[in-house]
């Protein structure tokens, strides 16, 4: 039986700024509470919670994964670069060339997304949050559609992506040539059981799908950490 994402991990050197900055951009509402802490809950029930959790460690290269929010018209998108903007983000060059027309952005922290220009076809039909856009290779987006129980609804030339469903956000990989790895990544999927209790037979599955052990969370949260095939760490809870 597979396991459901509970939740996207965001580590911040302040979460309570960073999820004040993303409610802002998302429209979501901010929680906090001592058994989830920080969290911004999605406003439908087709998306999963974000959860900023607090790091030391400074961002280091690009990020390994990245928000593709979608617009419905260039005003719109003008808007939402507008509203990003006012709260904190700005403008960053990451190699795209003048042509695109999607704009790159950074939040407070310096962590990518883009705002995806209008027409986008790929993306229609998966709300404001669009994709979660990864760096990754085919392997690791049948790992994740394996593992999730989420249909592949794309994969040619190397290029994958699944989404639940119940609709909501693609997960996508764009396959090689792959960036190299810069630390540990900023954000992360922590995975729950289907059924409480079985963290362990749910860790024995996922290692036989390809993933591998590190051991238990040190925020000593009952969470075991893992990694995907292509080495970027996750979490199961034990709930």
């Known amino acids: 039986m597979a396991c459901h994402l509970a939740a996207l991990r965001f580590g911040a050197n302040d979460p309570l700024g960073l999820a004040r900055f993303w409610a802002g951009v998302l429209g979501w509402e901010v929680t906090d509470s001592p058994q989830d802490?920080?969290?911004?809950?999605?406003?439908?029930?087709?998306?999963?919670?974000?959860?900023?959790?607090?790091?030391?460690?400074p961002k280091t290269?690009?990020?390994?994964l990245h928000f593709d929010l979608t617009s419905a018209s260039a005003e719109d998108q003008r808007r939402t670069v507008a509203r990003a903007l006012d709260?904190?983000?700005?403008?960053?060059?990451?190699?795209?060339s003048?042509?695109?027309?999607?704009?790159?952005?950074?939040?407070?922290?310096?962590?990518?997304?883009?705002?995806?220009?209008?027409?986008?076809?790929?993306?229609?039909?998966c709300g404001f949050l669009g994709a979660l856009s990864c760096d990754g290779s085919q392997e690791v987006g049948y790992f994740?559609?394996?593992?999730?129980?989420?249909?592949?609804?794309?994969?040619?030339?190397?290029?994958?992506?699944?989404?639940?469903?119940?609709?909501?956000?693609?997960?996508?990989?764009?396959?090689p040539p792959l960036?190299?790895?810069?630390?540990?990544?900023?954000?992360?999927?922590?995975?729950?059981?289907?059924?409480?209790?079985?963290?362990q037979a749910?860790?024995?599955?996922?290692?036989?799908?390809?993933?591998?052990?590190?051991?238990?969370?040190?925020?000593q949260s009952g969470r075991v950490l893992l990694t995907d095939p292509d080495g970027n760490e996750f979490s199961v809870s034990p709930r």
Do not use: M, Y
């Not at 994740?144 to 469903?165: G, H």
């Open 179 to 199: 960036r190299p790895r810069a630390g540990r990544n900023r954000l992360r999927f922590d995975l729950a059981p289907a059924v409480p209790g079985d963290q």
């Open 144 to 175: 994740w559609s394996e593992a999730l129980a989420w249909p592949l609804v794309w994969d040619q030339d190397t290029e994958t992506a699944i989404r639940s469903p119940h609709g909501g956000p693609k997960i996508t990989w764009g396959g």
């Open 202 to 219: 749910e860790v024995d599955r996922l290692v036989a799908l390809g993933a591998t052990r590190l051991g238990d969370d040190p925020d």
């Open 61 to 64: 290269g690009q990020n390994q």
């Open 98 to 125: 003048p042509e695109e027309t999607h704009v790159v952005l950074a939040d407070p922290e310096g962590n990518e997304f883009c705002v995806i220009e209008p027409g986008n076809n790929f993306l229609a039909e």
């Open 87 to 96: 709260l904190g983000a700005r403008r960053v060059d990451i190699g795209q």
């Open 37 to 57: 802490g920080i969290a911004l809950l999605p406003d439908d029930d087709t998306g999963f919670p974000i959860r900023f959790f607090a790091s030391r460690e």
